[in-house]
């Protein structure tokens, strides 16, 4: 009995390793096609405008799966019924220089991954952290290296695989800083084109293209491999003026804004000059939209091929 017992268990354990494997092989086979997805109010950051509604029409389903970014495990059954994977969304790196060492700090959001993340299954790979300084990061070495030590220690102690979003477009200087951050992390450029300059470019996909190229080219030149670079867009419908999101477009206008970015980014990725794309802001509703049409306008989002 005791022999059946263990050769009953170690089939099991085969079982359960071979389950990961394969989910371990899907995962790394998503698409590389993040979209911040965040549903309730809440201190890390999340949207009141974004629902469960919203989720569905942004869990939608591609050949590979794609990534939300979440700030809870909640959902992740259902993006995994839809064949799309969870990662977690982390929203309050602000203030965490000169309170914790950069041990402490890794530390912490590592026991926010466990906390709010692992309690449908474990803990997910891919980590979005948000933002860097624009402040601090050029004017001050101590900080830039904090920002290293901490991906450095959430990759090589937790196993994460970080996208670090930067509010910068063109940076410039600090060449040896970015290389090392590049070790470590993805670094997402918070490359947004509102509605309204995209509307009046003529929803040229060259013109956006051409500035997405030169926020990637600065990057690389500051020695970032174009696979470590991402591209971020918003999708918040901003009233005009915002320069980001909608930004007052038309309902037709941020219809065409939304497919002109998608193709010239598309466009970009095949070229070879970014590893990946993420999407912010869906719950962002300055306009106050409908439901409806905040629905409507990620269904125009999932209609485009991105990375």
Same mark, same amino acid.
């Given at each position: 009995?005791?022999?059946?017992?263990?050769?009953?268990?170690?089939?099991?354990?085969?079982?359960?390793?071979?389950?990961?494997?394969?989910?371990?092989?899907?995962?790394?086979?998503?698409?590389?096609?993040?979209?911040?997805?965040?549903?309730?109010?809440?201190?890390?950051?999340?949207?009141?405008?974004?629902?469960?509604?919203?989720?569905?029409?942004?869990?939608?389903? =591609?050949? %590979?799966?794609? #990534?939300?970014?979440? $700030?809870?495990?909640? /959902?992740?059954?259902?993006?995994? *019924?839809?064949?799309?994977?969870?990662?977690?969304?982390?929203?309050?790196?602000?203030?965490?220089?000169?309170?914790?060492?950069?041990?402490?700090?890794?530390?912490?959001?590592?026991?926010?991954?466990?906390?709010?993340?692992?309690?449908?299954?474990?803990?997910?790979?891919?980590?979005?952290?948000?933002?860097?300084?624009?402040?601090?990061?050029?004017?001050?070495?101590?900080?830039?290296?904090?920002?290293?030590?901490?991906?450095?220690?959430?990759?090589? =102690?937790? %196993?994460?695989? #970080?996208?670090?979003? $930067?509010?910068?477009? /063109?940076?410039?200087?600090?060449? *040896?800083?970015?290389?090392?951050?590049?070790?470590?992390?993805?670094?997402?450029?918070?490359?947004?084109?509102?509605?309204?300059?995209?509307?009046?470019?003529?929803?040229?996909?060259?013109?956006?293209?051409?500035?997405?190229?030169?926020?990637?080219?600065?990057?690389?030149?500051?020695?970032?491999?174009?696979?470590?670079?991402?591209?971020?867009?918003?999708?918040?419908?901003?009233?005009?003026?915002?320069?980001?999101?909608?930004?007052?477009?038309?309902?037709?206008?941020?219809?065409?804004?939304?497919?002109?970015?998608?193709?010239?980014?598309?466009?970009?990725?095949? *070229?070879?000059?970014?590893?990946?794309?993420?999407?912010?802001?869906?719950?962002?509703?300055?306009?106050?939209?409908?439901?409806?049409?905040?629905?409507?306008?990620?269904?125009?989002?999932?209609?485009?091929?991105?990375?």
């Amino acid at each position: 009995m005791k022999h059946a017992l263990r050769g009953s268990g170690s089939a099991f354990v085969c079982f359960l390793v071979l389950l990961f494997v394969s989910a371990s092989v899907a995962f790394g086979l998503a698409d590389r096609r993040f979209d911040v997805a965040t549903i309730v109010n809440s201190a890390d950051g999340a949207d009141p405008h974004f629902t469960s509604n919203n989720l569905a029409h942004l869990n939608f389903t =591609t050949t %590979n799966g794609h #990534i939300l970014c979440m $700030s809870t495990d909640a /959902n992740r059954a259902t993006l995994n *019924a839809a064949g799309n994977f969870l990662a977690v969304y982390y929203n309050d790196f602000q203030g965490m220089y000169q309170t914790y060492t950069a041990t402490q700090a890794a530390d912490a959001i590592q026991n926010y991954c466990v906390t709010n993340d692992s309690s449908t299954g474990g803990v997910p790979q891919w980590l979005n952290i948000n933002e860097i300084s624009a402040s601090a990061w050029p004017n001050d070495p101590n900080y830039r290296a904090f920002v290293i030590a901490v991906c450095n220690r959430l990759k090589n =102690t937790y %196993n994460h695989a #970080i996208i670090f979003w $930067s509010p910068f477009k /063109n940076p410039t200087g600090n060449d *040896a800083d970015w290389t090392s951050l590049s070790n470590y992390a993805h670094i997402a450029i918070e490359g947004y084109l509102g509605g309204e300059a995209v509307n009046g470019s003529g929803n040229s996909v060259s013109w956006c293209q051409s500035q997405y190229q030169s926020y990637v080219d600065s990057y690389h030149a500051r020695g970032v491999p174009y696979d470590m670079i991402y591209l971020g867009e918003h999708y918040g419908n901003t009233v005009y003026g915002t320069g980001y999101g909608r930004s007052g477009a038309s309902y037709a206008g941020w219809d065409n804004a939304i497919k002109t970015r998608c193709t010239a980014i598309h466009n970009i990725f095949t *070229a070879g000059h970014i590893g990946g794309y993420i999407s912010y802001g869906w719950g962002a509703n300055g306009m106050g939209v409908s439901e409806a049409d905040q629905c409507h306008f990620e269904d125009t989002y999932a209609s485009k091929t991105l990375p």
